[in-house]
């Protein structure tokens, strides 16, 4: 084992360069639509200097005790029950009982089970890698994900649920599960959205993904917001009409620019250049993240990285699929960029995490660790 030297050595500063940029070009998007607008800019600029704080705080701490068993099965339960417990206390936004409103601030626990999950399935399969092909522990572990899948559900905030299913049938395949599984596991998914969307989907839900399927049928009602999405985004063309210039956003014809369709008012401003270079920071820090995946210092380690990836990959597909109209409409933010306090604080601590353990990382080849965790060729 080697553990590096220098007080901030562990720190990946393309990753984090990359994250802070990206919030900065969010700042700036929200920025520029009047004075109710710059009071997601003031909130966000506070909760990223907060994010920071809470990054390099835990990139000091020793992360390994959260190897033990007992201990991510205790924060698994203590996110169940404050799950639970929104049912009881949580504010209704939109619809949606997903909030604890706490007067100076909104908490939303969705984002922190999101990365629950990761851990909690990082240390499962860190132990049982090699076992994969045991149909026992794909339905164990998606009993785990299923509680939280279905407490989101229920609240409900169907975009959350789908970024925790996505987490668990990621982190599953990259463990090694066989094809006859993988088939299963597919037949199995087409049952549950049968199930999903006779009992479970509220009508609002299910006239996103029809009018998905068609968008043109309800302009003024279940299709505005994609189509105005669309509108947003083609409209930025090749170099986007300049900062603050967005007349979608800034006349408010399109909403939640500075969650949901974000991307759509940084595209109409930044046009289609603009873009590539926000695609660009995100590959550079998933790379980043799968880079210190490889020299993890055991399989809870690589796993973390390889979750936390998916995690980060997952929003922002389905994120600007949505946004450029090829997925149903399902209130999914993207990674660092869309407004959230939550949303901020949990993904800057999982890159504080993910520093955290490479202070214990191992100068290997990757041979090496690819034998040791999916098993020799």
């Given at each position: 084992m080697r553990r590096i030297k220098g007080i901030f050595s562990h720190i990946d500063l393309p990753a984090l360069s990359a994250a802070i940029i990206i919030v900065i070009l969010g700042l700036v998007t929200m920025n520029n639509f009047g004075d109710v607008a710059n009071s997601f800019f003031n909130k966000q600029l506070v909760w990223l200097g907060v994010s920071i704080f809470a990054l390099f705080s835990i990139s000091f701490i020793d992360v390994r005790f959260l190897r033990r068993t007992s201990v991510i099965i205790w924060i698994y339960m203590i996110t169940v029950a404050i799950l639970v417990s929104l049912f009881v206390f949580g504010s209704v936004f939109q619809g949606?009982?997903?909030?604890?409103?706490?007067?100076?601030?909104?908490?939303?626990p969705a984002e922190l089970s999101k990365l629950v999950l990761v851990l909690l399935l990082a240390k499962y399969f860190s132990k049982r890698h090699v076992e994969i092909k045991q149909i026992r522990h794909i339905i164990v572990s998606g009993i785990y994900a299923?509680?939280?899948?279905?407490?989101?559900?229920?609240?409900?905030?169907?975009?959350?649920?789908?970024?925790?299913?996505?987490?668990?049938?990621?982190?599953?395949?990259?463990?090694?599960?066989?094809?006859?599984?993988?088939?299963?596991?597919?037949?199995?998914g087409v049952v549950v959205f049968i199930i999903l969307w006779s009992s479970v989907f509220a009508d609002y839900q299910k006239d996103r993904i029809l009018t998905f399927l068609n968008p043109l049928q309800d302009l003024q009602g279940a299709g505005y917001n994609a189509y105005q999405s669309t509108v947003s985004v083609g409209s930025g063309m090749m170099w986007g009409k300049g900062v603050g210039q967005g007349t979608q956003s800034r006349l408010l014809f399109l909403p939640e620019y500075q969650t949901d369709f974000v991307f759509a008012a940084y595209a109409e401003e930044w046009g289609f250049m603009g873009s590539i270079l926000l695609f660009i920071l995100y590959l550079l820090l998933i790379?980043?993240?799968?880079?210190?995946?490889?020299?993890?210092?055991?399989?809870?380690?690589?796993l973390y990285s390889i979750g936390f990836s998916i995690l980060i990959m997952t929003h922002v597909i389905i994120h600007t699929g949505i946004n450029v109209g090829l997925l149903p409409v399902t209130g999914i933010t993207i990674p660092f960029m869309s407004y959230g306090g939550t949303n901020l604080l949990i993904l800057f601590s999982g890159l504080g995490i993910l520093f955290a353990m490479r202070k214990y990382e191992r100068p290997v080849h990757r041979d090496y660790i690819s034998n040791e965790f999916l098993g020799p060729k």
């Amino acid at each position: 084992m080697r553990r590096i030297k220098g007080i901030f050595s562990h720190i990946d500063l393309p990753a984090l360069s990359a994250a802070i940029i990206i919030v900065i070009l969010g700042l700036v998007t929200m920025n520029n639509f009047g004075d109710v607008a710059n009071s997601f800019f003031n909130k966000q600029l506070v909760w990223l200097g907060v994010s920071i704080f809470a990054l390099f705080s835990i990139s000091f701490i020793d992360v390994r005790f959260l190897r033990r068993t007992s201990v991510i099965i205790w924060i698994y339960m203590i996110t169940v029950a404050i799950l639970v417990s929104l049912f009881v206390f949580g504010s209704v936004f939109q619809g949606s009982q997903s909030w604890f409103n706490l007067g100076f601030f909104a908490f939303q626990p969705a984002e922190l089970s999101k990365l629950v999950l990761v851990l909690l399935l990082a240390k499962y399969f860190s132990k049982r890698h090699v076992e994969i092909k045991q149909i026992r522990h794909i339905i164990v572990s998606g009993i785990y994900a299923g509680i939280l899948f279905l407490l989101i559900m229920m609240q409900p905030d169907f975009g959350s649920a789908l970024i925790i299913f996505s987490i668990w049938f990621g982190m599953v395949l990259f463990s090694g599960l066989s094809k006859r599984h993988f088939i299963s596991l597919f037949a199995s998914g087409v049952v549950v959205f049968i199930i999903l969307w006779s009992s479970v989907f509220a009508d609002y839900q299910k006239d996103r993904i029809l009018t998905f399927l068609n968008p043109l049928q309800d302009l003024q009602g279940a299709g505005y917001n994609a189509y105005q999405s669309t509108v947003s985004v083609g409209s930025g063309m090749m170099w986007g009409k300049g900062v603050g210039q967005g007349t979608q956003s800034r006349l408010l014809f399109l909403p939640e620019y500075q969650t949901d369709f974000v991307f759509a008012a940084y595209a109409e401003e930044w046009g289609f250049m603009g873009s590539i270079l926000l695609f660009i920071l995100y590959l550079l820090l998933i790379f980043r993240i799968l880079k210190i995946a490889i020299h993890g210092e055991s399989n809870f380690e690589i796993l973390y990285s390889i979750g936390f990836s998916i995690l980060i990959m997952t929003h922002v597909i389905i994120h600007t699929g949505i946004n450029v109209g090829l997925l149903p409409v399902t209130g999914i933010t993207i990674p660092f960029m869309s407004y959230g306090g939550t949303n901020l604080l949990i993904l800057f601590s999982g890159l504080g995490i993910l520093f955290a353990m490479r202070k214990y990382e191992r100068p290997v080849h990757r041979d090496y660790i690819s034998n040791e965790f999916l098993g020799p060729k």
